[in-house]
């Protein structure tokens, strides 16, 4: 009986570690996403006024340099495939040094009056952080997949975004602040890539030894459908990403001080709704959620090409930005289809082919916005969200979901 008791205390003894560890991990994950927000919303909230009122960047213009940009999603793999052997917190403190650093050149490039190429310049520096940022955009997920308790998976998933929806609003929040003091946006950009250091520290403090090693590439016929939802994912989102906030500067004049404001609303919605949302998929499942998350696209879209109020725009602008949480359901279901040690060469795999189509995007919608208007750029993006929503419903209902099998030996 003591024996057997005896034992009891020691198993739960050992349980016990393993979940303050888990618990301490998420923090301090928690912590490197906030950061990572911090920095990579300020970006977006400055960039659309930053490139149209400081360097003149053209619509043109604007589909190349986030043709480039994008692109890095695609050398991510293969370049997590080469320093797979390391452990994640490692490589995700790596590249959100690269990240931050890359970015606070912002500050330096030159202005256009200088007689300077200032695009060449601004290709050049984007490409650099923009490796950093795409190799981390797989890893806090993965990292959170090993650490989350069994069917907890959604309520981590929906804590971690919270955090970094904490963590940008206080970045935009500051810099909202700081336009009232007339500074300058270059050292804004200084400040963004600093912070985004302070987070490759907090990423070292993640547990290293949680993640189970795995192949460095998985493309199984089996995750078609993730996959497919993922190709359309990065085809809708890049025209969000690389036109909307522009089609409000450019077209409507939208000063920096709403832009920021607008983005402040957007991450404190995001910070509430997050980990709601996640309750919502655990309970519900995927399919439901996806279909509801792109038939709203639809509508959205609609409303960038047809509506030519800019009040009624800004409320679009916020209300899209809020409904991006719901993509989380995209990761949840790697959770069903894949065994942990595919966790992450599945999410790179999708992160790959969410950049396919994030790479011509940009270049299309630029070059329909030049030749035609951008009301037609905007439709190709709610053409892609009425697709994804035929997609989504192939998707199986949660009590369909097969059980996940070991993974082969051979990675395919």
């Not at 293969?78 to 590249?95: D, K, S, Y």
């Not at 804590?159 to 007339?182: D, E, H, P, R, V």
């Not at 959620?289 to 509508?299: D, K, P, R």
């Not at 289809?337 to 396919?356: D, F, Q, R």
Request: glycine share 10%.
């Amino acid at each position: 009986m003591n024996s057997t008791s005896s034992v009891v205390e020691v198993s739960g003894e050992v349980a016990g570690r393993l979940d303050a560890r888990r618990r301490r991990g998420m923090l301090f994950l928690g912590l490197a996403v906030a950061a990572a927000s911090f920095t990579i919303m300020l970006q977006i909230g400055l960039n659309d006024n930053f490139l149209v009122q400081e360097l003149g960047v053209t619509p043109a213009q604007k589909g190349v340099l986030e043709a480039f940009r994008e692109s890095c999603g695609i050398w991510a793999l293969g370049l997590l495939a080469l320093i797979a052997g390391l452990a994640e917190p490692l490589i995700g403190a790596l590249m959100l040094v690269l990240f931050g650093a890359g970015l606070a050149c912002y500050a330096g490039i030159p202005r256009p009056e200088t007689g300077a190429d200032t695009f060449f310049w601004l290709v050049l520096v984007s490409v650099i952080w923009s490796q950093g940022l795409h190799i981390w955009m797989p890893l806090p997920n993965s990292m959170m997949l090993s650490l989350a308790e069994p069917g907890h998976t959604g309520r981590r998933l929906g804590q971690l975004q919270a955090a970094g929806a904490i963590g940008s609003a206080i970045g935009l929040s500051g810099a909202f602040a700081l336009t009232f003091l007339k500074v300058p946006m270059r050292p804004m950009y200084v400040a963004a890539g600093a912070v985004c250091v302070l987070g490759a520290i907090a990423c070292l403090a993640v547990p290293r030894d949680i993640k189970t090693p795995g192949p460095r590439f998985v493309l199984r016929k089996a995750y078609w459908r993730y996959y497919m939802l993922s190709f359309l994912e990065g085809w809708r989102k890049q025209i969000a990403i690389a036109f909307a906030g522009y089609l409000l500067v450019s077209k409507y004049h939208t000063p920096l001080r709403v832009m920021l404001a607008l983005w402040v609303g957007v991450q404190v919605a995001s910070w509430w709704a997050s980990p709601r949302v996640g309750r919502i998929i655990d309970r519900i499942g995927e399919r439901p959620v996806l279909m509801f998350y792109y038939a709203t696209l639809v509508v959205f879209f609609c409303g960038y090409a047809f509506i030519p109020n800019k009040y009624v725009l800004w409320g679009v602008f916020v209300l899209d930005n809020i409904f991006f949480v719901m993509a989380m359901a995209l990761t949840t279901y790697v959770r069903h289809i894949a065994p942990p040690s595919e966790h992450t060469p599945t999410l790179s795999m999708g992160v790959a082919m969410n950049h396919v189509a994030a790479v011509a995007m940009p270049l299309v919608g630029g070059y329909v916005w030049k030749c035609f208007d951008y009301r037609w750029t905007f439709a190709i993006g709610a053409a892609a969200a009425a697709v994804s929503i035929f997609a989504a419903s192939r998707l199986p209902q949660r009590g369909e979901l097969l059980a996940v099998v070991p993974a082969s030996p051979a990675a395919e």
